[in-house]
């Protein structure tokens, strides 16, 4: 056995840092064997464009905030989630009364969850690379009865997400069907990491 | 306050039992606000016949063998999940070899993921209604590297899991999309049981 600081760096000891609160991001990491520390970048959640411009400009300055104050070696994940639907581009609901009246929107309908990510790898407390992909997962929302729509904001989750509902939480009944990478509607594509991971010469095994 | 004996029964004081001994199904149910009890069944999980038909067989065997030594009132609900990939219907692997060669089988097509569900209506220790429904799931593969494949192999998940794979695991990334319910990919359709309580007048709220 080598001393701690003596054993030559692996791909596996590289630190994680996902630039982000959302619990159910951390948790996806963590199915997939990554144990990331988070740090909160503290970005303006406001934006104008598309879905898709919205979801990677916000991603994009998330990871950059954070990768900015990231020293020594590590990489930086970044990620925003919203909902298109309608034309219209959604986050989280306003207020309980906005997340009702979204759900008798949403109720029977399809909509797209764009979720933006970006990885910048920084090396020696400097951004090396910035790799940025979006992805889209189409949504077909179920019919939950007025009641149960009523009985889900009152819980309180769909104020706490973009679109104001979830597959990988209370409202997992209410949501039919997914098209694309189910993981991109809980708000980071794990399809998507392994791709931009592999761009670097790594794999989500090099964390197990 | 009535004690505890005269409160009069409400649909959120229903037992659930769920016939299965998969931590994923488990999993799926707490999500969604139910704490079930778990009884196994003991069934034998070998069955012939179509993916669709395995499934469905093998879901409603499990259900009635533990409905019938369900005492009381209660709700049991069996399932059963299997893989249809290029004609064959596959559980879980029998050995990390047959996992292994599976996957490089698997990878950059696509299958579908069959799962049975059957919930029985238990009235003072009698199956009082029987309810079936089978839904599946296309799945697209990703393309794991060999390596990808032999590390995964060798963390013993694909050998717990039918199709030898997982969308909610270590195996997240190595699926690229699918097409309908992912939670019937993980072994419970959450909108198919939202639909059977419906039937009878149920709704997931109830345990809330």
Same mark, same amino acid.
């Given at each position: 056995? +080598? ?14 840092? /996902? ?19 988070? !740090? ?5 959640e406001t934006s104008d464009g598309s879905a898709a411009e919205v979801a990677a400009g916000l991603a994009r300055c ?18 925003d989630?919203v &909902?298109e639907?309608?034309g219209r581009v959604?986050g ?7 997340? !009702?009246?979204? @759900? ?10 764009h +979720?933006g990510?970006?990885?910048?790898? !920084? ?11 979006a ?19 009152? +819980?309180?989750?769909? *104020? ?27 708000? &980071?594509?794990?399809?998507? &990491?392994?791709?931009? /991971?592999?761009?670097?010469? *790594?794999?989500?095994?090099? @964390? @197990?």
């Amino acid at each position: 056995m +080598t001393a701690e600081g003596q054993r030559p760096a692996r791909p596996k000891q590289l630190r994680f840092v /996902l630039a982000s609160a959302s619990p159910a991001r951390l948790h996806l990491l963590r199915q997939v064997g990554i144990q990331p520390d988070r !740090v909160v970048s503290g970005v303006d959640e406001t934006s104008d464009g598309s879905a898709a411009e919205v979801a990677a400009g916000l991603a994009r300055c998330k990871a950059l905030a954070v990768a900015e104050h990231t020293g020594g070696d590590a990489l930086v994940l970044g990620c925003d989630s919203v &909902l298109e639907h309608d034309g219209r581009v959604l986050g989280k609901p306003a207020s309980a009364a906005q997340a !009702v009246d979204r @759900w008798h929107e949403l109720r029977g309908t399809t909509g797209r969850l764009h +979720t933006g990510h970006c990885l910048v790898s !920084v090396a020696r407390g400097q951004v090396a690379q910035v790799l940025e992909r979006a992805d889209a997962t189409v949504v077909r929302f179920g019919t939950p009865t007025d009641d149960e729509i009523a009985a889900y904001v009152a +819980t309180g989750e769909p *104020l706490q997400v973009a679109g104001g509902f979830t597959i990988d939480g209370l409202g997992g009944a209410f949501v039919d069907a997914v098209e694309g990478s189910h993981s991109n509607v809980i708000g &980071l594509s794990l399809p998507v &990491l392994r791709r931009l /991971l592999a761009e670097l010469g *790594l794999s989500v095994c090099d @964390w @197990w």
